[in-house]
């Protein structure tokens, strides 16, 4: 990436430093949206959720307004509680919690 400056010289900022330090940044971010579905065998540097009270699943938009509450892949707050939500994921075709669901259910259920 170059920018020219007005005096003819040219600028060249390191990228690669830039991405390094993004990278640095996510790392040390917790993604409680997400849950856990490893019980044994875990990595103590998971950032992903590890209880259901904690989690916060990404939300529809539209809540009560939704016109597809059953396939929604988002969690609606005030017309379902997390668990119903979860078991509600396990239904979708090809999605993670579909994959995980013995694990999940092993944990959670």
Do not use: A
Request: aromatic share 12%.
């Amino acid at each position: 990436m170059t920018d020219t400056i007005n005096n003819g010289w040219t600028l060249v900022i390191n990228k690669k430093k830039k991405n390094q330090q993004l990278k640095n940044e996510n790392e040390n971010i917790n993604r409680f949206d997400l849950l856990c579905c490893m019980k044994s065998d875990h990595d103590d540097k998971c950032k992903l959720c590890h209880d259901l009270n904690n989690w916060t699943p990404k939300t529809c938009k539209y809540e009560k307004n939704c016109l597809k509450l059953e396939s929604c892949i988002f969690f609606h707050e005030n017309s379902e509680s997390k668990s119903d939500y979860l078991k509600r994921c396990f239904t979708f075709d090809n999605s993670y919690y579909q994959k995980h669901q013995d694990e999940y259910n092993s944990i959670f259920f």
